[in-house]
């Protein structure tokens, strides 16, 4: 009995807070602590340090709960700049909020980020631009797969 109540106990701990992902080509979707991200990595860099692109999307958080969050050898872009998101030639200015994340929390925010997840679902290439010029491109074998085809709720859709 005491087994049994002790396995329970650990069950309901430990596995809400479990991640659990799946890869397709060169992207991958998980779950943790109600998010669910999708994400691809560049490991190469001049410091044999990769660059992530990750897409966090939650449905009911109205603050930093849906954004992109992308680091280029390890670094985040500046808070307060802008980065240029290049997919298929086309070049997107998207600014960088104050934790240094791509967020969906106004109106011209909520429809950019509309925009690049049906973008990332049809592009061929990827790559990014930060202010200071560092650059890493990003395969989106397998995001078209990966990412639905409905988006996820923006901040500002929650919101209003």
């Known amino acids: 009995m005491k087994k049994s109540i002790?396995?329970?106990l650990i069950v309901t701990v430990f596995l809400p807070n479990i991640a659990f992902s799946k890869t397709v080509g060169k992207w991958n979707s998980g779950t943790v602590g109600?998010?669910?991200r999708y994400w691809t990595t560049n490991n190469v860099g001049s410091n044999n340090v990769g660059s992530n692109f990750v897409v966090w999307c939650h449905?009911?958080?109205k603050i930093n709960g849906t954004l992109l969050h992308i680091e280029i050898e390890g670094?985040?872009?500046p808070p307060g700049t802008r980065i240029k998101l290049i997919l298929d030639q086309e070049i997107l200015d998207l600014p960088v909020n104050k934790q240094g994340y791509i967020d969906s929390g106004c109106a011209t925010c909520a429809d950019s980020f509309d925009y690049v997840w049906h973008?990332?679902?049809s592009s061929q290439t990827m790559a990014v631009k930060f202010k200071d010029?560092?650059?890493a491109g990003f395969s989106l074998k397998g995001a078209q797969k990966i990412?639905?085809?409905s988006v996820?709720?923006?901040d500002w859709e929650k919101k209003n």
Do not use: D, E, H, Q
Request: glycine share 8%; net charge positive; aromatic share 8%.
């Open 6 to 8: 002790a396995i329970a």
């Open 34 to 36: 109600g998010f669910t």
């Open 59 to 61: 449905p009911k958080r």
């Open 75 to 77: 670094k985040a872009p």
């Open 119 to 121: 973008k990332l679902r």
């Open 133 to 135: 010029n560092s650059y």
């Open 147 to 149: 990412l639905p085809g």
């Open 152 to 154: 996820c709720p923006t």
